[in-house]
């Protein structure tokens, strides 16, 4: 199975702040990367999928990068509803599909 | 954007079963991979299964195979997940999701671009 080791686990940021989250892949895995943004009470949202590309209806504040065993998500100018747990999942081998622990960001 | 509807979920004890469901108004889950997902402070977001459109490939995590099925109903458009022998570990927020495919130059992205908003399992005693 393939394995997904996030960090930090948890990051606090300030309004207007660049916040990297990274995601380490076991295995290569090319670009077959997506991210999610998960609020409390709701579904999670996808982000970027395909490593870079931005998902439909996602503020191009949101980036993301990275190839084989490294990936990172970008998020430029913070604002106070990016406060949310994020997750990576892997969609290049399954099953089993595979998420990061996740990382917990705070906005002060 | 596609609205998915969990319910079913419920406070129950270690050993006991409970029947969860997933339906849309705008969408036939038929036409699409669907997925069950759970969530807990523990364990963050962790796959449960996935079925395909045609209903004849099920695919679970290994540490629920044997407890947990999967099934759908076309007429009624529904997704179901039947858990049996529930354990206080299996205690979390349940999703279901819809995957997507793109098109790219190699071949196709993949990714959930539908979730509904939850329904909590809670085990104890």
């Known amino acids: 199975d393939i394995q997904l080791t996030q960090s930090p686990s948890s990051l606090s940021a300030n309004v207007g702040d660049t916040v990297t989250i990274t995601c380490r892949s076991s295995q290569h895995i090319i670009t077959y990367l997506n991210w999610y943004q998960h609020k409390s009470g709701k579904g999670p949202n996808v982000l970027i999928y395909?490593?870079?590309n931005l998902a439909s209806g996602v503020p191009s504040r949101f980036r993301g990068s990275g190839y084989e065993q490294d990936f990172s998500l970008i998020i430029d100018n913070v604002q106070p509803e990016d406060s949310a747990t994020y997750y990576c999942?892997?969609?290049?081998?399954?099953?089993?599909?595979?998420f990061g622990q996740g990382t917990r960001l705070q906005i002060k | 954007d596609v609205k998915l509807v969990e319910s079913g979920g419920g406070s129950v004890q270690p050993g006991e079963s409970l029947k969860l469901s997933c339906t849309s108004s705008?969408?036939?889950?038929?036409?699409?991979?669907m997925y069950w997902f759970r969530q807990s402070p523990t364990k963050g977001l962790v796959w449960v299964s996935r079925m395909n459109p045609d209903g004849d490939r099920i695919e679970y995590a290994d540490s629920l195979r044997g407890r947990f099925t999967t099934f759908r109903d076309d007429a009624e458009n529904i997704l179901y997940l039947q858990m049996d022998s529930l354990t206080v570990d299996d205690s979390a927020l349940y999703y279901c999701?819809?995957?997507?495919?793109?098109?790219?130059?190699?071949?196709?992205?993949?990714?959930?671009?539908?979730w509904g908003q939850g329904t909590p399992v809670t085990v104890s005693s």
């Open positions: 705008d969408f036939k889950l038929q036409n699409s991979w």
């Open positions: 999701g819809k995957e997507v495919s793109q098109k790219y130059s190699a071949g196709y992205y993949s990714y959930i671009d539908s």
């Open positions: 395909g490593a870079s």
């Open positions: 999942q892997q969609s290049f081998d399954f099953p089993p599909v595979t």
